[in-house]
């Protein structure tokens, strides 16, 4: 089986990210959020967007005024494209994977019309504006949304099936979604998240609009574009343990971060950085953690790790994608992310954590892990092009 599945490997086309574009709490661009994530300066602040007294929390990682998502989508959809250098007539060839909880306007217009706003009406109208093919597609599995369309993507490219996709995401701080997490004892009340750390209380939300160009490595070469990354490895498991809670031995992550190595050809130890889910959740860390040292076994304890949304919160269904840019991001630059918040070591969590400053890296391998309520699980596993 595993022979066959090598040589189906073999086969496949080379993916790789030739554009990609971010807003966040720290401003438009891909370079602010990761000079905050490379000095552990997390963006949590007073939430001003809307009205928290009475709640048990009250700080997000929100950009400043009142950003509209399907605004901001255009816009990073055009400045993605645009940094791939791709021409109109390329553009209106790319389906588009758009991970979203939804269209925001649906909770408050009238029944009758809830269908024109429902997620793949949305989906189509971004890609309408942005000039992409008609052939969109909606992901709203929560957290692992955004994971998910790019090993869609990458996967279809891989295969032939498609020279490149645009992959975008967005969330928004809103209140509805800040008041299901608070009122579920899920928000940090401290005002920070201290992934992997004693003392960690829970998670806070952040805002990131991200896009990304993912094509096939000949496609790129075809117009003379130099790629940002390359696509080495997916990986998707479910362990379906509970609603809420995951599987404290976190054998479903070690299956999607076993399958993105087995896919990239890689052994454990050629991973030089993962960029864990760590959200700040006493069970979630534990289990993380757990499924790291059944990958990585002895080299669980040195192997660099941080959760970038110990600075730029938990973006819900665009989180994952933008942890892949920043962690694409670290990887050229040679610099890696600060495991901001840490106060001290927890048993369940020893990693190799990088804390106080960068660290210093040569490695051409990264993973990035998501996890999602229901048992969800995705490594996306990138290396430098």
Same mark, same amino acid.
């Not at 269209?103 to 429902?118: I, K, M, Y």
């Not at 805002?207 to 790129?220: G, K, P, T």
């Not at 052994?267 to 990585?296: K, T």
């Given at each position: 089986?595993?022979?066959?599945?090598?040589?189906?490997?073999?086969?496949?086309?080379?993916?790789?990210?030739?554009?990609?574009?971010?807003?966040?709490? *720290?401003?438009?661009?891909?370079?602010?959020?990761?000079?905050?994530?490379?000095?552990?300066?997390?963006?949590?602040?007073?939430?001003?967007?809307?009205?928290?007294?009475?709640?048990?929390?009250? $700080?997000?990682?929100? $950009?400043?005024?009142?950003?509209?998502?399907?605004?901001?989508?255009?816009?990073?959809?055009?400045?993605?494209?645009?940094?791939?250098?791709?021409?109109?007539?390329?553009?209106?060839?790319?389906?588009?994977?758009?991970?979203?909880?939804?269209?925001?306007?649906?909770?408050?217009?009238?029944?009758?019309?809830?269908?024109?706003?429902?997620?793949?009406?949305?989906?189509?109208?971004?890609?309408?504006?942005?000039?992409?093919?008609?052939?969109?597609?909606?992901? !709203?599995?929560?957290?692992?949304?955004?994971?998910?369309?790019?090993?869609?993507?990458?996967?279809?490219?891989?295969?032939?099936?498609?020279?490149?996709?645009?992959?975008?995401?967005?969330?928004?701080?809103?209140?509805?979604?800040?008041?299901? *997490?608070?009122?579920?004892?899920?928000?940090?009340?401290?005002?920070?998240?201290?992934?992997?750390?004693?003392?960690?209380?829970?998670?806070?939300?952040?805002?990131?609009?991200?896009?990304?160009?993912?094509?096939?490595?000949?496609?790129?070469?075809?117009?003379?574009?130099?790629?940002?990354?390359?696509?080495?490895?997916? %990986?998707?498991?479910?362990?379906?343990?509970?609603?809420?809670?995951?599987?404290?031995?976190?054998?479903?992550?070690?299956?999607?971060?076993?399958?993105?190595?087995?896919?990239?050809?890689?052994?454990?130890?050629?991973?030089?950085?993962?960029?864990? $889910?760590?959200?700040?959740?006493?069970?979630?860390?534990?289990?993380?953690?757990?499924?790291?040292?059944?990958?990585?076994?002895?080299?669980?304890?040195?192997?660099?790790?941080?959760?970038?949304?110990?600075?730029?919160?938990?973006?819900?269904?665009?989180?994952?994608?933008?942890?892949?840019?920043?962690?694409?991001?670290?990887?050229?630059?040679?610099?890696?992310?600060?495991?901001? %918040?840490?106060?001290?070591?927890?048993?369940?969590?020893?990693?190799?954590?990088?804390?106080?400053?960068?660290?210093?890296?040569?490695?051409?391998?990264?993973?990035?892990? !998501? !996890?999602? *309520?229901?048992?969800?699980?995705?490594?996306?596993?990138?290396?430098?092009?």
């Amino acid at each position: 089986m595993d022979e066959v599945r090598a040589g189906v490997l073999r086969g496949e086309r080379e993916v790789v990210v030739s554009g990609m574009a971010v807003l966040s709490a *720290f401003g438009d661009g891909v370079g602010p959020v990761l000079d905050a994530a490379l000095e552990g300066r997390p963006g949590f602040a007073p939430v001003s967007r809307f009205r928290v007294a009475g709640g048990r929390a009250g $700080h997000a990682a929100a $950009h400043p005024g009142a950003p509209v998502l399907a605004d901001e989508l255009d816009r990073m959809i055009g400045q993605a494209c645009d940094q791939a250098g791709l021409t109109r007539l390329q553009r209106a060839g790319c389906p588009l994977h758009l991970a979203v909880h939804g269209d925001p306007a649906l909770p408050r217009v009238p029944e009758r019309d809830r269908q024109a706003h429902g997620a793949d009406a949305f989906a189509g109208a971004v890609a309408r504006r942005g000039g992409l093919s008609g052939a969109a597609r909606a992901y !709203t599995s929560a957290c692992v949304a955004s994971s998910t369309a790019v090993a869609d993507a990458a996967a279809a490219i891989a295969r032939g099936r498609a020279d490149r996709i645009v992959v975008a995401a967005g969330y928004l701080v809103d209140a509805d979604q800040f008041a299901v *997490f608070d009122a579920g004892r899920a928000l940090a009340r401290d005002g920070r998240v201290r992934p992997f750390s004693a003392g960690r209380s829970g998670l806070l939300l952040g805002d990131a609009v991200v896009a990304v160009v993912v094509e096939s490595a000949a496609a790129a070469r075809g117009r003379r574009a130099a790629p940002l990354a390359r696509l080495a490895g997916w %990986g998707r498991a479910g362990d379906a343990h509970h609603v809420c809670r995951p599987r404290p031995d976190g054998a479903g992550l070690a299956r999607a971060v076993t399958d993105a190595l087995h896919r990239a050809r890689l052994r454990p130890g050629q991973i030089g950085y993962v960029n864990a $889910h760590g959200s700040g959740s006493p069970a979630g860390d534990a289990a993380e953690s757990a499924a790291l040292h059944s990958v990585l076994g002895d080299d669980a304890a040195t192997v660099p790790v941080s959760s970038t949304k110990s600075v730029h919160g938990q973006a819900l269904e665009a989180g994952a994608l933008l942890e892949l840019v920043v962690t694409m991001a670290a990887l050229r630059a040679g610099r890696l992310p600060v495991n901001a %918040g840490y106060l001290g070591e927890d048993p369940d969590c020893r990693l190799g954590l990088i804390l106080d400053r960068p660290a210093r890296t040569a490695s051409a391998y990264g993973i990035s892990l !998501t !996890t999602a *309520f229901g048992g969800a699980n995705t490594a996306l596993l990138v290396g430098t092009p």
